[in-house]
């Protein structure tokens, strides 16, 4: 990661700390850091917090200035949104459910947003003039640069319209997208304190990965690697739109097993029908949480398929974290957890020389749209300006 | 790649350049490469060339001093091994086959290795204080930095032996260990100078994969990533030694193809039976290359089993090349490359951001050796005493 954001993180993470502590922690040169620190005091995201005794001078400790700016992070797919303001500490400080696009057009979606985001700024109640800008966490593929996507999904009017510059344009914020994924691998790193290399399993509307190695995100060379729903888990499978056959997220994913759930008569009473499918998605985990035998077997083989591409991830990644998110894994998630942890115990390449511990992230809901909000953060402390 | 192996490689891949063009080059600040290049001058690794006009003093060209010192490198699995002697422009100086371990304990094997490095040397016919040491490559799971396999393979004799140590002590030059893969990915570099952002489909006594990102190999946490033999292309598929089930390696690789093809009464006449596994696959390879019927559905059923794992690989990690190396595609490498490129073009998840290449390594055999031998030269460079 870079030293800004890296020390940065590390200030979070410490509460207080000298910049003495920081070489040390770090292994940079008190040069480096003397400079680091003097980059991140200008931007006004540190200041001195107070003193500790020390031979010769006292130390002078440094903290977040947490009322010094603000970032909004968005995730949406066709079936869910979530919002967020988070202060430079990772504090989320307002969180609005978004409507969901559905298949409406862009334009109306990204109407909705827009006006999400003015909610939540209103509820976060800080200063405009402060707010950095918006992350948006979805899938892909996508333009990262172009802040476009590179898909016909949820409809054809999607492919190629200009994401970023359209929100960007309604709120007056600059905006940055990034893969949903990656996303909650960064707000994981936001979230929890001690999280440096670790994979994503991310299961929304699809199902995705992400990888953080060292803390920075694996990107590829266009950044729309990781696509875990599209790895196929049966050579001879069915053909999908993707192009591959026998893809991961049509056999596990939620929709395929509301479509399977709508084919049992009996299952069928008693799920969300009406509801999008990943809303009745989250009905059949319920039903099987409460110990419905026909729910319980449409979970364990998703969870089985899914464990089966998790191994396929953590053999060619070689990662020592798998951590959950996304709103599919609400509720069920800790039976994903159990089933991924038995199978990978059983079945990775590298288990004689490390295990590897499945989690579910801290908040599977808010963790993209809390690394969507943490990009543009790292975006402004990586920019050759601040640098 | 560290700035010291990224300054030796462009002066390579130019012949004779000036401190300014390298600049230029690699946007790396005067003062960075003019330190840079110092090291190097000091290393007896680059010196002064000749002038070239300029505005004022003249510019001095840089280039590499090939006879400063030299390299071993060793590839090697139960089925094959090969030998070479590189310089540090990456010239390979001599080149020789290693009897292949078979079913041998480690320490014949090793002793084998040691009478190959000796007569590689004599070929070579140079000094011996200029060799920097031995480079092994060979397959997983490692311990690198320990320099021991972690797997009971070919013989349980094998798990735990100190491979490095052993060589090291029976030639009295330092070892260091590598993945044949990432071997393959650093040799293919080392052969070609535009290689930067690459996979390796490696297929030698198994299957491997390598990816080199920006010329960084990718290591995961214990360098015991890119499994690609070991990942499933069949849920539901044999449960393999390793502990997943439906793996590549047993459904693609050179043993499983042999153990197919001496099932077929018709085509087992005419491999060789008495041969090892490679060697018969090999003899399948070139009766496909002649029309053999037979034989070519065999050779097809690896290829497209191979080309559902390739895009795995490149769903997951999001690469613009894949290029296939290891002994296994002497011959028959073509019709991989060739398969492979109509499968990835119809079926990889970013085909509409952008396509994926399939190449043949310059030299499939070699890549790996080369690749070990280049990594000693890579440790001394990255070494902190260096730097």
Chains 1, 2 share one sequence.
Request: charged share 20%; with cysteine.
């Amino acid at each position: 990661m870079p030293t800004l954001a890296a020390v940065l993180d590390l200030i979070r993470a410490r509460g207080s700390v000298s910049r003495v502590e920081l070489a040390e922690a770090t292994g940079l040169t008190a040069a480096t850091m003397t400079h680091a620190v003097r980059k991140l005091i200008g931007l006004r995201l540190v200041h001195e917090v107070g003193t500790v005794p020390s031979q010769g001078t006292p130390r002078r400790l440094l903290g977040i200035r947490t009322d010094s700016c603000y970032m909004v992070g968005i995730q949406f797919d066709a079936y869910t949104g979530t919002g967020v303001v988070v202060d430079v500490a990772g504090t989320v400080l307002a969180q609005r459910e978004l409507p969901a696009p559905g298949m409406r057009s862009p334009a109306d979606a990204i109407a909705d947003i827009a006006e999400t985001v003015r909610l939540l700024l209103q509820d976060a109640a800080v200063p405009r003039e402060r707010v950095l800008g918006i992350g948006l966490a979805t899938y892909g593929p996508q333009d990262r640069e172009a802040g476009i996507l590179l898909t016909p999904q949820p409809t054809p009017e999607w492919q190629g319209h200009p994401l970023a510059r359209t929100l960007s344009e309604a709120t007056g914020l600059p905006v940055s997208i990034e893969n949903d994924a990656t996303a909650a691998g960064i707000g994981i790193q936001t979230l929890s304190d001690s999280a440096s290399s670790f994979a994503v399993v991310y299961m929304s509307g699809g199902i995705g990965a992400g990888i953080i190695l060292d803390g920075h995100p694996y990107r590829g060379v266009t950044s729309n690697g990781l696509e875990l729903g599209h790895i196929s888990v049966n050579a001879l499978g069915a053909p999908c739109d993707c192009g591959n056959r026998g893809c991961l997220d049509r056999v596990a994913g939620p929709t395929a097993i509301v479509e399977q759930a709508l084919a049992d008569p009996e299952l069928a009473d008693r799920i969300e029908r009406a509801a999008d499918p990943l809303t009745a998605f989250l009905s059949i985990g319920r039903a099987a949480l409460h110990g419905d035998r026909a729910a319980t077997e449409l979970i364990a083989t998703s969870t089985q398929r899914l464990a089966v591409a998790t191994v396929t991830l953590v053999n060619l990644f070689d990662i020592g974290r798998v951590i959950l998110a996304g709103r599919a894994f609400t509720d069920i998630g800790p039976v994903y957890r159990d089933a991924l942890q038995t199978v990978l115990d059983e079945a990775i390449f590298m288990r004689h020389v490390h295990t590897v511990q499945v989690e579910l992230a801290p908040d599977v809901t808010q963790a993209a749209a809390v690394g969507a909000a943490t990009v543009i953060l790292r975006n402004l402390l990586e920019s050759p300006d601040t640098t």
